[in-house]
């Protein structure tokens, strides 16, 4: 099956496909899925008892026993850990948004690569056919003696040469499409919907800032674990306090036969109240220290990710405006290998043509531009690293 696909299609196919994706996708129903079970009561225990030898009282004899009792956290305990396992959930989400960005970004790359491979196709292919037209005056200009079969023959070796680069750039075209297919998770072929010769737009404004990485999920990542460290602490904290316990015993006693008493045969139903205390909170505290400790080392772990998202994104946009400085300067290069090539042309007019000069002015201007989609390919993969690093989206 074949399918033509933008870049935003692209990204979505490898997000609805990828297997880590899914995966992540799964964790994180898995912990809120818990949240209900954090939330439920402790089981109920049930007790059946029967007398092998049964004991004798003023009003019969009792025969078995049945017994039934639940265990009640204390106030605001359960709530305590349905917080925090919630703040759990909040940190498999942001490890699913994290993987998706990431995602994206890979594929976004492989995308601006395969153009670029493209427009370094087109390019190639536009001066092969210069040449062939080359070729055609350089042979009119042996029959009227303006030039040799030399040139011709020099001619003809340029044009293979770029028959043969052309062969490569097929070859890397196939090995970023498989990357790309990989990253889509898809035995499909793919063909894009909108491949064109990279360029930059020359009145584009470049102004990002490191203003919105406090919001990269990476970062607020941090700040959903230092959370869940704080709720960990408060069901900590509510473990100190007593758990409560209700029950009910039921004994069945049988009559006496052997004389009459009031209430003869009459039943035991005996209510209970339990109350589980820690009285060595040892533990407790130890916990309260750690979870301390787990929250500073956190914080500290956050400066330094960020310190190092700061230093990524200045060097991205550093790199970002490099490349147009590089763009710009190939286009003032190949504009002037363009009114070289005219001069040289007119002189054909009047005079010999020099096909040397020719030929090493068409070698200069495919350098410039096979440089300046390479200057536009960073820009772009650059672009793309600052919007990963800055963008809220």
């Given at each position: 099956?074949?399918?033509?696909?933008?870049?935003?299609?692209?990204?979505?196919?490898?997000?609805?496909?990828?297997?880590?994706?899914?995966?992540?996708?799964?964790?994180?129903?898995?912990?809120?899925?818990?949240?209900?079970?954090?939330?439920?009561?402790?089981?109920?225990?049930?007790?059946?008892?029967?007398?092998?030898?049964?004991?004798?009282?003023?009003?019969?004899?009792?025969?078995?026993?049945?017994?039934?009792?639940?265990?009640?956290?204390?106030?605001?305990?359960?709530?305590?850990?349905?917080?925090?396992?919630?703040?759990?959930?909040?940190?498999?989400?942001?490890?699913?948004?994290?993987?998706?960005?990431?995602?994206?970004?890979?594929?976004?790359?492989?995308?601006?690569?395969?153009?670029?491979?493209?427009?370094?196709?087109?390019?190639?292919?536009?001066?092969?056919?210069?040449?062939?037209?080359?070729?055609?005056?350089?042979?009119?200009?042996?029959?009227?003696?303006?030039?040799?079969?030399?040139?011709?023959?020099?001619?003809?070796?340029?044009?293979?040469?770029?028959?043969?680069?052309?062969?490569?750039?097929?070859?890397?075209?196939?090995?970023?499409?498989?990357?790309?297919?990989?990253?889509?998770?898809?035995?499909?072929?793919?063909?894009?919907?909108?491949?064109?010769?990279?360029?930059?737009?020359?009145?584009?404004?470049?102004?990002?800032?490191?203003?919105?990485?406090?919001?990269?999920?990476e970062l607020i990542k941090y700040d959903k674990l230092y959370k869940s460290v704080s709720q960990s602490e408060v069901v900590n904290q509510k473990g100190k306090n007593p758990i409560i316990g209700v029950g009910l015993d039921y004994i069945n006693v049988a009559e006496r036969t052997d004389m009459y008493v009031t209430d003869n045969g009459k039943d035991i139903v005996m209510p209970m109240v339990t109350l589980s205390i820690p009285v060595f909170n040892k533990s407790y505290k130890s916990k309260s220290k750690q979870h301390q400790l787990a929250q500073e080392k956190l914080l500290a772990a956050k400066q330094e990710r960020y310190n190092q998202l700061v230093a990524v994104l200045k060097q991205n946009i550093a790199n970002r405006n490099a490349a147009k400085i590089k763009f710009e300067t190939q286009t003032k290069n190949i504009d002037q290998a363009d009114k070289t090539e005219k001069i040289l042309m007119k002189s054909y007019e009047t005079n010999t043509l020099k096909f040397n000069d020719l030929i090493d002015v068409q070698e200069l201007k495919l350098k410039f531009q096979l440089m300046q989609i390479d200057a536009a390919l960073s820009y772009y993969l650059q672009t793309i690293n600052i919007h990963y690093l800055s963008n809220n989206a």
């Amino acid at each position: 099956m074949t399918f033509s696909q933008s870049l935003d299609s692209l990204i979505k196919i490898a997000i609805d496909n990828n297997p880590e994706i899914q995966q992540l996708q799964l964790q994180y129903e898995i912990s809120n899925e818990k949240i209900n079970e954090v939330g439920s009561l402790s089981n109920t225990e049930f007790g059946v008892g029967y007398f092998v030898s049964e004991p004798e009282t003023r009003t019969g004899p009792q025969t078995f026993k049945l017994s039934v009792k639940q265990m009640f956290p204390w106030f605001g305990t359960l709530t305590a850990r349905e917080n925090y396992q919630n703040s759990l959930a909040d940190v498999e989400f942001e490890n699913l948004s994290i993987a998706k960005r990431k995602l994206a970004l890979s594929v976004a790359k492989s995308y601006y690569k395969l153009n670029a491979i493209y427009g370094k196709q087109v390019i190639t292919d536009k001066n092969i056919t210069l040449l062939q037209t080359y070729e055609e005056l350089a042979l009119n200009a042996v029959e009227i003696d303006k030039a040799s079969l030399v040139d011709v023959l020099k001619i003809k070796m340029r044009q293979n040469e770029l028959i043969g680069e052309i062969q490569v750039l097929v070859e890397n075209y196939k090995g970023e499409l498989a990357t790309l297919q990989q990253l889509l998770n898809t035995s499909d072929t793919i063909t894009l919907r909108d491949y064109k010769v990279l360029s930059i737009p020359s009145d584009i404004v470049l102004n990002e800032t490191t203003d919105s990485l406090q919001l990269h999920p990476e970062l607020i990542k941090y700040d959903k674990l230092y959370k869940s460290v704080s709720q960990s602490e408060v069901v900590n904290q509510k473990g100190k306090n007593p758990i409560i316990g209700v029950g009910l015993d039921y004994i069945n006693v049988a009559e006496r036969t052997d004389m009459y008493v009031t209430d003869n045969g009459k039943d035991i139903v005996m209510p209970m109240v339990t109350l589980s205390i820690p009285v060595f909170n040892k533990s407790y505290k130890s916990k309260s220290k750690q979870h301390q400790l787990a929250q500073e080392k956190l914080l500290a772990a956050k400066q330094e990710r960020y310190n190092q998202l700061v230093a990524v994104l200045k060097q991205n946009i550093a790199n970002r405006n490099a490349a147009k400085i590089k763009f710009e300067t190939q286009t003032k290069n190949i504009d002037q290998a363009d009114k070289t090539e005219k001069i040289l042309m007119k002189s054909y007019e009047t005079n010999t043509l020099k096909f040397n000069d020719l030929i090493d002015v068409q070698e200069l201007k495919l350098k410039f531009q096979l440089m300046q989609i390479d200057a536009a390919l960073s820009y772009y993969l650059q672009t793309i690293n600052i919007h990963y690093l800055s963008n809220n989206a």
